[in-house]
């Protein structure tokens, strides 16, 4: 079983940055696959970055080049840096993963970009 936990969001004004932080309660060195989606008031949850085991990274086209997904397998934490922040931005941040087809989430951070 894997328990995630989501951590580093908050109010930002549009231009700014955060880091988001989610961290595994085991080794996620066995887990291939990790993902960050989000979910705006009113929409269904969306993929937002992921990462394999061996790094290589995957955006969706709005964030592409703002984001950086990036992950520490010895500290069992994966990362979200957001750059250049904008309003639409804006909703809860969810950590994902896959262990032994099960999928596993974590209960969520708010970001909220402010115009």
């Known amino acids: 079983q894997v328990q995630l936990v989501e951590s580093g969001g908050g109010l930002v004004q549009a231009g700014g940055s955060l880091r988001l932080s989610c961290a595994a309660s085991g080794s996620i060195f066995s887990i291939n696959l990790m993902r960050w989606y989000r979910q705006a008031p009113g929409k269904q949850r969306e993929l937002v970055a992921s990462?394999?085991?061996?790094?290589?990274?995957n955006y969706a086209d709005s964030v592409k080049a703002r984001f950086t997904i990036s992950r520490d397998n010895a500290k069992n934490t994966v990362y979200l840096q957001m750059n250049n922040l904008l309003p639409e931005d804006t909703g809860v941040y969810y950590c994902n993963a896959v262990y032994a087809f099960i999928p596993y989430w974590g209960q969520g951070t708010q970001v909220t970009v402010s115009s």
């Open positions: 990462i394999t085991r061996d790094g290589n990274t």
